[in-house]
């Protein structure tokens, strides 16, 4: 079967945005062990480390409790509570520290009233939404024909690309947050400063891989689209 440049190049989007979503997870998983290998030198488990913080920022009302799950920790909003796996709550490493303390990034976010987790926030019932109705539409616009099941596409992955783009810049404040306060509050010691930030940044470079990722995947079924006929 001969295929025509085209398809060709959608195949070869499609690689690239799998691979750069691979190797984002593979840099997370091995800086996240390698900060699991360090223990923190000032002795504090993250809970401890997230207690510390939230106190000091007149968040008292903030709870710290663990979840399920392994790297599932996040900041719940709406209930004001911080969520940490259990590697996270109970771990003294460098890693338990970096992750706790972004987790608390998003809790002085929302204490600040920060305007891309407003907007954010806003945006997840919306999206939620679309996406279910979506889901729908595509089911039945494959009796349709190519174009319906395209259009809808394309329709779905715009949102999420929107969603990832008011995403990103929330991510990164809360790293941001979260590396001061480590060393307003001295949560490690000053030698584990650049282990802390590395785990971060591999992070945050997850959403930055899946916001190119969804760029890739929208550029392929623009290219389907044209060359539908």
């Given at each position: 079967?001969?295929?025509?440049?085209?398809?060709?190049?959608?195949?070869?989007?499609?690689?690239?945005?799998?691979?750069?979503?691979?190797?984002?997870?593979?840099?997370?998983?091995?800086?996240?062990k390698?900060?699991?290998?360090?223990?923190?030198?000032?002795?504090?488990?993250?809970?401890?480390?997230?207690?510390?913080i939230?106190?000091?920022?007149?968040?008292?009302?903030?709870?710290?409790?663990?979840?399920?799950?392994?790297?599932?920790?996040?900041?719940?909003?709406?209930?004001?509570?911080?969520?940490?796996?259990?590697?996270?709550?109970?771990?003294?490493?460098?890693?338990?520290?970096?992750?706790?303390?972004?987790?608390?990034g998003?809790?002085?976010?929302?204490?600040?009233?920060?305007?891309?987790?407003?907007?954010?926030?806003?945006?997840?019932?919306?999206?939620?939404?679309?996406?279910?109705?979506?889901?729908?539409?595509?089911?039945?616009?494959?009796?349709?024909?190519?174009?319906?099941?395209?259009?809808?596409?394309?329709?779905?992955?715009?949102?999420?690309?929107?969603?990832?783009?008011?995403?990103?810049p929330?991510?990164?404040?809360?790293?941001?947050?979260?590396?001061?306060?480590?060393?307003?509050?001295?949560?490690?010691?000053?030698?584990?400063?650049?282990?802390?930030?590395?785990v971060?940044?591999?992070?945050?470079?997850?959403?930055?891989?899946?916001?190119?990722?969804?760029?890739?995947?929208?550029?392929?079924?623009?290219?389907?689209?044209?060359?539908?006929?």
């Amino acid at each position: 079967m001969i295929y025509g440049l085209e398809t060709i190049f959608t195949l070869f989007l499609a690689l690239i945005a799998f691979v750069i979503v691979i190797a984002a997870q593979v840099y997370l998983s091995s800086t996240y062990k390698k900060g699991k290998e360090v223990r923190n030198s000032v002795g504090l488990s993250g809970c401890e480390v997230a207690r510390k913080i939230l106190d000091s920022n007149g968040l008292t009302d903030v709870y710290v409790v663990q979840t399920e799950g392994t790297l599932s920790d996040h900041y719940d909003p709406k209930r004001k509570v911080i969520r940490l796996s259990k590697d996270i709550f109970h771990g003294t490493t460098v890693a338990a520290a970096a992750v706790a303390a972004h987790e608390c990034g998003h809790a002085i976010q929302d204490k600040d009233n920060y305007t891309f987790m407003r907007i954010r926030g806003a945006l997840v019932p919306f999206v939620n939404l679309i996406t279910y109705i979506g889901y729908i539409a595509l089911i039945i616009s494959l009796f349709a024909g190519i174009t319906g099941y395209l259009t809808i596409s394309i329709g779905l992955i715009i949102v999420a690309l929107v969603f990832q783009f008011i995403t990103l810049p929330v991510e990164f404040d809360a790293s941001r947050r979260a590396l001061n306060e480590i060393e307003r509050l001295s949560l490690v010691a000053p030698n584990e400063h650049e282990l802390s930030k590395t785990v971060l940044r591999a992070a945050a470079l997850t959403y930055v891989a899946s916001l190119i990722s969804t760029i890739l995947d929208l550029l392929r079924l623009v290219i389907m689209f044209n060359d539908r006929d």
